[in-house]
């Protein structure tokens, strides 16, 4: 017990020395995601990165082997990217610095816990370690080419469903043209806020619900695609009902704040996709063979081993 408590005191030494050596870097993202919607799913990262590595405590203490050679090497690269960042504060703009300064913070914190824990019990748990680089806030250029892409992924996405249902349209980058209406995707149309939180909502949903790594990979990439379709769905709907039941829907309550509405169908959508590759696991599972009870098992048998895909 003794040398459990100690490695969970290396670890909060070495957090609490990262807090207040960087606490710019990690107050500004709560304050930049407190004040601007586009950075809001911040706020869930620490939340839930520790939900999801709570629960795994008493088997990570049991596990716990000092690695210095790997910790070390973590912490060492953490503190050359901050002494470079301080380098740079005069040369690049301060978004940048603030998400390389950032990076440089949740590097330390993980490089802390490999030293602490080591190798094995990091790699048990790389999956929350890793979301916890969710905390880094994207420089306003990055976030731009983001707007951009869903602006222009849900304009032709919007044109699909116009297609589908037969309607005659044109679209020309973020314009949409349809009979008697044209509609502009315009940035505060791009739906980055909800974009991003069905982003963190699908990775902690994997977390919890599926077990293979490729599984995981696989309804985490759908998840941007799937909230382009979401925000192409919303245009088409309020076109829709503009154009064949009450031009007010245009600047009705549905346009200003119906985004719940195509977020929640989103979700059940993503939980469609969970429910096929649960089975898909769930028989993976039962087509496990169980070793026959040998004669000389004092009445016990091995249990089977757990399914590994590549």
């Known amino acids: 017990m003794k040398s459990h408590r100690g490695h969970e005191t290396y670890l909060s030494l070495l957090l609490a020395v990262s807090i207040l050596a960087g606490w710019h870097a990690l107050r500004e993202p709560l304050v930049l995601a407190a004040r601007d919607d586009q950075y809001t799913h911040i706020l869930l990262i620490l939340p839930v990165g520790l939900a999801m590595i709570l629960p795994h405590w008493r088997t990570l203490r049991a596990m716990a082997t000092l690695n210095f050679r790997a910790g070390v090497a973590v912490l060492s690269v953490a503190l050359l990217i901050a002494g470079l960042s301080v380098g740079w504060s005069t040369r690049i703009p301060g978004d940048v610095l603030l998400s390389i300064r950032t990076f440089a913070l949740v590097l330390w914190w993980i490089g802390s816990f490999v030293l602490c824990f080591g190798y094995r019990c990091a790699r048990s748990v790389l999956f929350p370690l890793l979301f916890l680089f969710g905390l880094v806030p994207l420089p306003q250029s990055a976030l731009n080419a983001v707007v951009v892409l869903l602006q222009q992924g849900s304009a032709w996405t919007a044109s699909l469903f116009f297609l589908a249902c037969g309607v005659p349209v044109s679209q020309d980058g973020v314009i949409v043209t349809i009979p008697g209406l044209t509609v502009v995707v315009a940035e505060e149309c791009s739906s980055i806020r909800s974009s991003s939180m069905l982003l963190v909502t699908t990775i902690v949903l994997a977390y919890f619900l599926l077990r293979s790594r490729w599984r995981r990979a696989v309804v985490i990439g759908l998840a941007l695609p799937l909230s382009v379709a979401k925000n192409g769905l919303r245009v088409f709907s ?51 063979p169980i070793p026959a009870k040998s004669d000389d098992s004092d009445g016990q048998s091995e249990a089977p081993p757990a399914p590994t895909e590549s």
């Open 238 to 288: 309020i076109a829709m009902l503009a154009t064949r039941v009450d031009p007010a829907y245009l600047t009705g309550r549905l346009h200003h704040q119906g985004g719940i509405v195509f977020f929640a169908i989103a979700v059940f959508a993503m939980l469609g996709v969970f429910v096929i590759l649960r089975r898909g696991e769930n028989r993976l599972l039962r087509s496990v």
